[in-house]
Structure formats: structure tokens, C-alpha cells
């Protein structure tokens, strides 16, 4: 039972450490309609998507690409700003994970799932609860993390990063999930990224230092940034690109609607296995 528990938790933290590379938190929606105004000029365009994150209050996403240290990886979710509330699948392609990782924040409570696999390890339990209290993570859910420290930030703030650049220019229209958009461009470092934290409200600063560290973290120095808005001039998809000292990392999220209901439940207990109840367990035996 041990080794099914710390199997289960190998997934879960991959799951966990993806979440928190590739999703950031910030300015999204997708709205049908026409490209952004064309009079507008790039760099006001970025500035107006990023504006637009004040009124998100809840996310639903595809991800799909490349992350230094875990391979390729693709996965769909969902989130929910006030009260936090998170669904995950994500399959980590390079790695040896059989099928999908779901994850679920319900509460102060977060749920990795991985399948039949796992219930062949668990005693036909599929299902692994983190009680976040216990590991002392309760008080860090809020908008910015919704999972929960490195569990799944707000998907998006990278793509308010694209205000850094100095060289943001409009590629072009695209159609993007039978949306037209907008598409730029445009190349920074971590250096323009702090700077770019100055004047910002502190909230905001801090959830943007936590990307600088985990973007130091990957060795990441300049990250190529695309973005496309919609006629709303908000972001319907970013992709964010760097040669990183772990690995490339090459990272598109493309945002299918904002601002609709988001419910999470959470697994049947029957299906369940309790961490804190095994880790009690273990240590009395």
C-alpha cells in the first residue's frame, strides 16, 4: 500500500509542478466577433488585454506543448476565481503516467486521480486527498493560486507580461476556434519582466515575482511571446516560447470561455484514499 500511495503522489506532483509552470493567471476571455480595432497600436492592444483581467472570474482552458523537465504534456481545465475551485486533466506524455492525471480543488481540499492504474495500486481506490491545512496551504488559496502554491496558478498572467516587451508588433489575422483575432508578437527578459512590476499593485507584483522565480527557476532568460485578442481585446490564446537551461519550454493555451459557472465536486469517498490518514498510519506502524 506504501508504494501505491507513493505512486499516487508521484503523479499527483507532476501534475502539481505542470500546473505551475505553464499556468500563470491574468487577462482572458474569448467573446465572438471581429479582430481587435486596427488603429490601435500593439503595444496599447497588449496593455488593453491586460486590463481586461479585473473582470474574470472564472476560466475555462486547453493547454497543449512542451515543459523543461517534463516533456510534452497536454490537458484541459477549469477554474473558478471566488471561491477557489479547480478541475484538471492533464497527460504528461514523457513520463511514465498511465493515461491522465486529474485533479480537483474542492474546499481546502485537493484530490489527485489517476484512473484504473492507480486503483489497481490502492486497493481499487483511484483517488488521493491532500488535506491543504495540514500541508499548510490553505491560507495561499486565493485568486492567484487557486490549487494552491504550485498546484495551478491563475491561467494567463504570463500573457500580461507581453506589456514588458519593447518590441511588440502585430503579426497579422488569424482565425483561432472560429474566433478572429489579432495576432502579436514580441520578445522580453526577466529583466524587462521586473521591470515591468513597477507601479504595479501588490497583489499583482507578488503573483508576477512567483512566475519570475519559476521562470529562473527553468533557466528561462528570454521568453517569445505571441498573443491573440479578439474584438473584445481580450486574449484568446498565448503561446510562450524559451530555450531554457532545463529544456525548451513551448507552451500554447488557448482559452475556450470566461465568466461561466464553474462547479467542482469531489470524488466518492468509497474512491478515496485520506494522506493524512495513511502518513498517520505509517508512522504508528
Not at 467542482?264 to 502518513?279: E, F, I, N, S, W
Request: glycine fraction near 14%.
Amino acid at each position: 500500500m506504501k508504494s501505491a500511495v507513493r505512486g499516487a503522489m508521484e503523479r499527483g506532483a507532476v501534475g502539481a509542478v505542470l500546473g505551475a509552470l505553464v499556468l500563470g493567471g491574468g487577462a482572458v476571455a474569448c467573446t465572438k466577433g471581429g479582430a481587435q480595432e486596427p488603429r490601435m497600436t500593439p503595444a496599447a492592444a497588449v496593455a488593453a488585454a491586460a486590463k481586461n483581467a479585473d473582470a474574470v472570474t472564472s476560466l475555462h482552458y486547453r493547454m497543449k506543448g512542451t515543459v523543461p523537465g517534463a516533456g510534452r504534456v497536454s490537458g484541459e481545465a477549469a477554474m473558478r476565481v471566488k471561491p477557489p475551485a479547480m478541475s484538471m486533466k492533464m497527460t504528461v506524455e514523457d513520463q511514465a503516467v498511465h493515461g491522465p492525471v486529474e485533479i480537483r480543488l474542492v474546499g481546502k481540499a485537493m484530490y489527485v486521480g489517476g484512473g484504473a492504474e492507480a486503483a489497481k495500486e490502492m486497493g481499487g481506490k483511484s483517488w488521493v486527498k491532500f488535506d491543504m491545512a495540514t500541508l499548510g496551504m490553505d491560507k495561499r488559496l486565493n485568486s492567484g493560486e487557486l490549487g494552491g502554491g504550485r498546484t495551478g496558478q491563475n491561467p494567463a498572467q504570463e500573457s500580461t507580461f507581453l506589456t514588458g516587451s519593447k518590441n511588440v508588433k502585430k503579426v497579422g489575422t488569424e482565425t483561432v476556434d472560429g474566433v478572429r483575432t489579432t495576432h502579436y508578437k514580441g520578445t522580453l527578459t526577466l529583466a524587462d519582466l521586473r521591470a515591468s512590476l513597477k507601479g504595479e499593485d501588490r497583489q499583482t507584483r507578488e503573483l508576477r515575482e512567483k512566475s519570475l522565480k519559476q521562470y529562473e527557476e527553468m533557466g528561462a532568460d528570454t521568453i517569445t511571446m505571441d498573443m491573440w485578442m479578439d474584438g473584445g481585446n481580450r486574449a484568446k490564446q498565448f503561446r510562450m516560447r524559451s530555450d531554457a537551461a532545463k529544456g525548451p519550454l513551448d507552451m500554447t493555451i488557448t482559452f475556450l470561455d470566461f465568466n461561466k459557472p464553474v462547479t467542482v465536486t469531489a470524488p466518492p469517498a468509497r474512491d478515496t484514499v485520506d494522506l493524512g490518514d495513511m502518513m498517520k498510519g505509517a508512522a504508528q506502524g
